[in-house]
């Protein structure tokens, strides 16, 4: 009989710390599970879960411009928020209730209280006053939204605010340049809210290939979404109903709301970690190893915790991998080399291995093949939108070392061309594959034409 109170304790019920749980308890473990809040996490609960909702709620105000083209009359509309967010929160009851109802099927204990670490074996459970101990524990808290430290920052909202909003703003403001921002700028936007992007650098979307970055802005703009590039904020002041913000260049911008999505830090603050010995990164990050095992030997972490791919997809394979390793006599090491992955900005984007300019650093010769047109459907709705794709091809092997597509249901495109990518699929192979017509995808298995940089002459 083990001389702790559990095998397995999960700091954490998000994505990553219940699949961990819940297989390592079907491998014959005694796991239990702290949560402060809600389980399900960041994903399920305030993240890409409701995120996608209200994304779905905002591409209906040119669903219904678009169908004029189809001979469609569409009367007067009218959004209501209060409908919307009521909607949401009901859908993410029923996701939490599941989450709930699969942990206790499988056996897991479920501690509803903050955990904090007392030593490498002792869990102190807060809320409850008492100490717990296991064999083994996971870290999985995952990580929360990073604000800047300026005059009036107690105005600004986060993601998480966003979701709960009593009243949707008639003006917005979203600071950062990542997906966060670019998503909620197309939610806000769609919605009818007058939307206004800020991003520090000279142009959004750092680490996505160069053409998708320099696209989405083109299509943005045309969407209306006012997009304010080397722009940062100095300072917030209230003054009576609305928000004054002041730029680095002196400019100053009213709006009625202002959404800070700057990127996210590792949430173990106050757990403990460093006092047991657990070695922690520049940010506050869990450092492990493959296997997901930190400096102490008997602690794990899995997740945004340990800041190694941000992605919920990415946390619930780091959960399974540790629970088959540790408790299902597997060893399984999770490859993060290779990561589909969908920005569900306003067009959609859908992204695979390497970029064009992570490719030339790479590899001696670099082949690429792209189109951008407008879609099938475009053409009787009118829209201008136009969908784009490339490919990134390993001149010497030919093997596709990147796609990158950008239009309608990228993110369903993605997730069948990241089979193709990750099982090391050659351009003959796209080639070879008939294509399915009349589809954007088509274009996928049709691209000929190596494209060409534009040789620039010198002046006479």
């Known amino acids: 009989m083990t001389k702790y109170d ?40 305030r993240g890409c879960v409701p995120k996608k909702l209200f994304v779905y709620a905002s591409h209906f105000s040119d669903d219904f411009e678009d169908a004029a083209g189809f001979g469609w009359t569409v009367g007067e509309t009218k959004f209501d928020w209060k409908t919307l967010v009521a909607s949401k929160d009901k859908e993410i009851d029923r996701l939490n209730g599941i989450y709930i109802r699969n942990l206790e099927k499988a056996g897991v204990e479920i501690v509803e ?3 904090t670490l007392k030593d490498a074996h002792t869990v102190h459970l807060v809320g409850q006053g008492r100490d ?8 999985a808290v995952g990580a929360t939204p990073f604000l800047p430290g300026i005059p009036g920052i107690e105005h600004a909202i986060t993601s998480n605010e966003a979701f709960h909003l009593e ?29 206004m992007q800020l991003y520090r650098g000279p142009l959004f979307m750092r680490g996505f290939d160069d053409d998708l970055r320099d696209l989405l802005f083109e299509e943005m703009t045309k969407k209306g979404i006012g997009l304010r590039m080397n722009s ?31 990127g996210r830090n590792p949430n173990t603050k ?76 306003q067009p959609e984007m859908g992204t695979v291995g390497l970029t064009e300019t992570q490719a030339r650093a790479k590899f001696e010769e670099v082949d690429i093949y792209k189109t951008a047109f407008r879609a099938l459907k475009n053409t009787l709705s009118g829209s201008h939108e136009r969908t784009f794709m490339k490919l990134i ?37 796209f080639d070879a594959t008939i294509a399915v017509h009349p589809t954007a995808a088509e274009e996928l298995v049709t691209m000929k034409e190596k494209w060409q940089a534009p040789v620039i002459k010198a002046a006479d």
């Open 232 to 262: 940062d904020i100095v300072s917030i002041e209230k003054t009576g109903g609305e928000l004054h913000l002041k730029l680095t260049g002196g400019d100053v911008i009213r709006t009625d709301c202002v959404m800070y999505a700057t």
């Open 113 to 115: 209280c903050r955990a």
């Open 270 to 345: 106050g757990l403990g970690l460093e006092q047991v010995g657990v070695k922690l990164g520049p940010a506050g990050e869990v450092v492990v190893d493959e296997y997901s095992k930190s400096s102490v030997g008997n602690i794990y972490a899995v997740g945004d915790v340990t800041d190694r791919a941000n992605l919920t997809p990415v946390a619930i394979r780091e959960g399974h991998a540790f629970a088959d390793t540790v408790y299902g006599g597997k060893d399984v090491k999770v490859d993060h080399s290779i990561i589909p992955t969908a920005i569900f900005s």
């Open 6 to 45: 559990y095998d397995l304790f999960v700091i954490g019920a998000g994505s990553g710390g219940v699949r961990a749980a819940r297989i390592a308890a079907t491998y014959g473990a005694k796991v239990a599970v702290a949560e402060e809040y809600r389980v399900g996490g960041t994903c399920v609960i």
């Open 393 to 429: 091809v390993d001149a010497k092997s030919d093997k596709v070392l990147g796609v990158h597509v950008m239009g309608a249901a990228s993110g369903e495109l993605i997730q069948a061309i990241g089979i193709a990518v990750t099982l090391g699929a050659t351009k003959a192979q």
């Open 132 to 139: 717990v101990t296991a064999e083994r524990i996971l870290i």
């Open 167 to 195: 009243e949707l703003p008639k003006r917005v403001v979203v600071v950062g340049g990542g997906y966060i921002a670019v998503e909620f700028a197309g939610i806000f936007n769609g919605l009818g809210v007058e939307t």
